[in-house]
């Protein structure tokens, strides 16, 4: 039962799952509150082994109405999602190794039919279904898709049923992150990257229809790590790249691929000549798939993403720098350094004017595209940050009515168990004019900061940590102590903030008035937005709203 008077969980409920002593079912914000209104996890006698080896990724999938005459309908639940959600992903960096990925929607093209037999000796699949249909399974709905251990779960977001509908298991490598396309109009649309290396494209509405032994109709990328062997850190799809998707390594290499080619094509790329130095090398022939190689840096790079127009692309590493380039032309355009140790997160705002990055150092970096560089940070995690996502579905208060975002909100979550909620507003930050004389104090303005940095660096450029001295901070609105083990990502949608823990459990958040304004209607409580949308997020420090 929930102890509605002081807002603990003392034993486990049908809407909620117990919780450790101490922990909160709401967190306060300027808005109201918002409660926990249930949780995903997997079943425990599923897991074959202890799951450390892996940190949990999660991604939400949205399948778009499409009928489903072998599959029978089904019962009526008590949530439904309207069409449209972007794909999320955000996964903890653990040993500093580790990494996150965010999959963005974009990109159609072609599907080979395959038969998945020669690529499937490797796999194997379970269900925690005994029928020879799916029934929780109507032909859409948005799902959540999460790896623990050895395994991949599928869960109805749109169900208070905490156990997945569907799991996948494989039998000589561990899933480390995957990426869902929205917008793939036929054929596969779901990513996942292995711990070997290995790559698997799949439609998911063919696993969810199918809940045999077998991971079906698999196109198999980089099989045995024929072109690259160190582990796969992040993948992404292209936005609007006509089914093309990115799979980044532990090695600092990127790949290119297509999913219309086949999955076997040999491709063979000359040897890097400077490791220090960025380069991108192009298969020699036209079947070949990878398409091309990016080499990136000497170390791992932990986290990808795209802006949502797939113009730029994000990518931050062990070495504590964040790169953005211009993805067409395949030109380093800008990033810098972290304070101290590796960046695992980061993402971009739906406009493509910010990008957020957290990590080892313990803070969330504000960057600016028009600057190239940063131009806020916030402390208040007590370790490392390893999600960070942007809340493009929450509208300012205070909003110019001139159609442009004045105020930016975004969260982050990190190893400390905590979620973080920040307020970004340019206009107001106060930002560093000058150190002043040597031992004195600095002087601060507020208003835009274009007019008192410095010039705008030169293209390429990669810039060191500048000095906390001189960059303005952010003070967080929330931070509250959402999970009992440390966090590894965070998704926000219309109705609610999802957030994960690295052991594999979800909590969902509804946010203030939803709940109550849908009690009695079972339509839209967790209905998600027909626009894609962005995720960003930062951290946070102490506030009047801290639990």
């Not at 898709?145 to 395994?151: K, L, R, S």
């Not at 709940?515 to 420090?541: I, P, Y």
């Amino acid at each position: 039962m929930i102890n509605t008077a002081n807002g603990m969980i003392s034993q486990s409920s049908s809407s909620a799952n117990a919780q450790s002593p101490g922990l909160k079912t709401y967190f306060k914000t300027p808005e109201g509150r918002y409660k926990l209104y249930y949780e995903k996890t997997y079943p425990s006698g599923l897991l074959h082994y202890a799951h450390g080896k892996t940190v949990t990724q999660a991604t939400l999938a949205h399948l778009k109405d499409k009928p489903a005459p072998s599959t029978p309908p089904a019962p009526p639940s008590s949530f439904s999602a309207s069409s449209g959600v972007r794909s999320a992903a955000a996964r903890l960096l653990g040993a500093g190794n580790g990494s996150r990925a965010l999959g963005f929607g974009g990109g159609n093209g072609g599907s080979k039919s395959l038969s998945g037999s020669s690529r499937m000796g490797s796999l194997g699949a379970s269900s925690s279904s005994t029928s020879l249909t799916n029934t929780n399974f109507d032909g859409k709905g948005t799902y959540i898709i999460f790896n623990v251990g050895d395994a991949i779960f599928i869960s109805d977001l749109n169900s208070q049923d905490k156990d997945p509908i569907k799991s996948i298991h494989f039998s000589n490598s561990n899933p480390v992150c995957h990426a869902f396309d929205q917008d793939a109009k036929d054929g596969h649309d779901l990513l996942i990257g292995l711990n070997s290396g290995d790559v698997y494209s799949v439609s998911l509405r063919q696993q969810l229809q199918d809940v045999g032994k077998k991971l079906v109709g698999a196109q198999h990328y980089n099989k045995d790590g024929s072109v690259n062997n160190s582990r796969c850190t992040s993948v992404a799809w292209v936005p609007g790249g006509d089914g093309a998707f990115v799979v980044a390594h532990a090695d600092g290499n990127l790949y290119v691929y297509e999913k219309s080619k086949d999955g076997a094509g040999d491709s063979s790329f000359p040897v890097i000549k400077d490791q220090t130095q960025f380069s991108v090398a192009h298969a020699r022939y036209s079947k070949s798939n990878p398409i091309a190689r990016w080499h990136i840096c000497q170390s791992a790079i932990n986290s990808i993403a795209f802006s949502t127009d797939g113009a730029y692309l994000a990518t931050v590493g062990r070495d504590g720098y964040l790169r953005v380039f211009d993805y067409s032309k395949e030109q380093l355009i800008c990033g810098g350094k972290s304070y101290y140790g590796a960046l695992l997160c980061c993402a971009w705002s739906m406009d493509g004017k910010y990008i957020l990055t957290g990590g080892e150092d313990d803070l969330v970096q504000v960057w600016s595209m028009e600057d190239r560089k940063v131009v806020a940070w916030g402390e208040g995690h007590n370790s490392w940050v390893s999600g960070v996502a942007f809340d493009s579905y929450w509208s300012s208060p205070n909003s110019d009515g001139t159609g442009e975002t004045v105020m930016y909100r975004f969260g982050s979550v990190g190893q400390d168990t905590r979620l973080l909620l920040w307020d970004l507003e340019m206009d107001e930050i106060v930002v560093p004019l000058r150190r002043g004389p040597p031992g004195g104090s600095p002087t601060f303005s507020t208003g835009s900061q274009s007019a008192h940095w410095d010039n705008v660096c030169p293209v390429g450029t990669l810039q060191p940590a500048p000095s906390m001295r001189d960059v303005p901070k952010l003070s967080p609105l929330v931070a509250h102590r959402v999970h009992t083990e440390p966090l590894s990502g965070l998704i926000f949608t219309q109705e609610s903030v999802l957030t994960v823990c690295r052991e594999g459990h979800i909590k969902i958040w509804m946010r203030p008035g939803v709940a109550e304004n849908q009690s009695g209607n079972s339509e839209t409580v967790l209905s998600t937005s027909s626009k894609d949308k962005s995720l960003l997020s930062s951290k946070v420090g102490s506030s009047s709203y801290r639990q």
